[in-house]
């Protein structure tokens, strides 16, 4: 079912509670932002909602305090920043409840202080969910890389506030992820690298039951050739999950492609001496796709309609083995087709092949869009309100 919108609230001098993910990379003891991104990904849904006539206030999480005041993740230099991006003043509240934050007139920002401060966030207190939904009207996620939560401020407070709406950040997420995974334009495929099979199991079990195609590259690849019987040298291979990739492969059939030869070397470091294999040595790892599976994965990706993406095909932070997944990323990018990456990794390869701008829909959250992919509800998009 559908949730409800934002654009769909009359928010005329509504006390808004939006929650963001705020939670910023941070140095110099928590005083300079490094990267304002997160920031900057709900400034539409802020805007947007200031222009409506909404007193915003701002919620998120940062860091890891263990629910303890801490300095260095206070949220007070993003209000700082915010502030410069929006053009207008961001009242910093000292906490997130109580006497001390101030109630927003119409037009204006509060941000409160790092949820998270007060252990009751994580741990989903009613009395303290019930103290933070006190303070608004309406409310509004725009969370997304947070809704595979269920803490206070992303599903215990909407208990407690008349209605829930999706950010525009958020309905973002849930077009793009939603149309992939469950109604895409055909053929769709899917690409998952990475590290390991079992960070991904779900999500190649929900995807084979999707997608026309299945493209498995990075080290997790290993796993699927030593279990139908390849050498695979000294690459990194999850033994406990052989069994699991032989029933993958038995079930998913002509779906699957795996890689046919591979860039080994002895040495895991930048640059190391290496060669292109279709059998793995013993001795050697695998550290990359090779020329002939990219040219294979590249022809898959030209002539689809859908793409889902998530994972490196290769050691990609050290050159010289990015090769295979910037060349996937050149190739997804150039496809025309409809392109859904997911976060973190896959993210961060999209960036370094300079293609960012040419993906449909780059998600905000690593672990929430995994999630997703997993075909798993999440707790935080499960409890905003039905349309
Ligand atoms: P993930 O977080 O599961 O997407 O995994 C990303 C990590 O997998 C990156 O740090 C890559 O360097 C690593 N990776 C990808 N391919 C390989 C490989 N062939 N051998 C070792 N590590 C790999």
């Not at 295979?324 to 370094?352: H, P, R, Y």
Request: charged letters at 20%; hydrophobic letters at 45%.
């Amino acid at each position: 079912m559908a949730k409800l919108s934002i654009r769909d609230l009359a928010l005329q001098n509504k006390t808004v509670f939006l929650r963001v993910d705020f939670n910023v990379p941070l140095a110099n003891g928590g005083q300079q932002i490094t990267s304002d991104k997160r920031i900057r990904a709900s400034l539409p849904t802020i805007q947007y909602a200031l222009e409506q006539g909404a007193g915003l206030i701002l919620a998120s999480h940062l860091g890891r305090p263990k629910g303890k005041w801490n300095a260095e993740m206070s949220l007070a230099p993003v209000a700082v920043q915010l502030s410069k991006l929006l053009g207008k003043p961001v009242q910093m509240a000292s906490d997130c409840i109580g006497p001390d934050v101030p109630k927003p007139g119409a037009g204006e920002v509060v941000l409160l202080e790092n949820l998270r401060f007060h252990p009751e966030e994580e741990a989903n207190d009613t009395e303290f969910s019930k103290r933070l939904a006190a303070q608004c009207d309406v409310y509004v996620n725009d969370a997304f890389g947070t809704a595979h939560r269920a803490h206070a401020s992303t599903v215990g407070m909407i208990a407690f506030v008349p209605q829930a709406a999706a950010g525009l950040l958020m309905d973002k997420e849930l077009q793009w992820l939603g149309k992939a995974t469950r109604n895409p334009d055909r053929p769709c495929i899917a690409i998952l690298g990475g590290a390991k099979v079992s960070d991904k199991i779900e999500v190649i079990q929900n995807l084979a039951k999707v997608v026309d195609k299945l493209l498995i590259g990075g080290a997790m690849a290993y796993t699927f050739l030593k279990a139908r019987g390849e050498a695979t040298g000294k690459s990194l291979v999850e033994d406990d999950k052989l069994e699991l990739a032989a029933s993958l492969i038995r079930e998913l059939g002509d779906k699957l492609m795996l890689p046919t030869d591979h860039i080994v070397t002895e040495e895991f470091r930048a640059e190391a001496p290496n060669e292109t294999v279709t059998v793995i040595p013993d001795g050697k790892m695998a550290l990359d796709i090779g020329p002939a599976t990219i040219a294979a994965y590249e022809a898959a990706v030209a002539s689809t309609k859908t793409i889902i993406w998530n994972g490196p095909m290769g050691v990609f932070e050290m050159k010289p083995f990015d090769k295979g997944t910037v060349a996937l990323a050149l190739a997804v990018a150039n496809s025309g087709a409809v392109s859904v990456v997911g976060g973190g990794d896959s993210e961060k390869a999209i960036k370094s092949a300079g293609v960012s701008d040419k993906i449909t829909h780059v998600s905000t959250g690593g672990g929430a869009s995994l999630e997703f992919l997993s075909g798993l509800e999440l707790p935080g998009v499960a409890a905003l309100t039905e349309k």
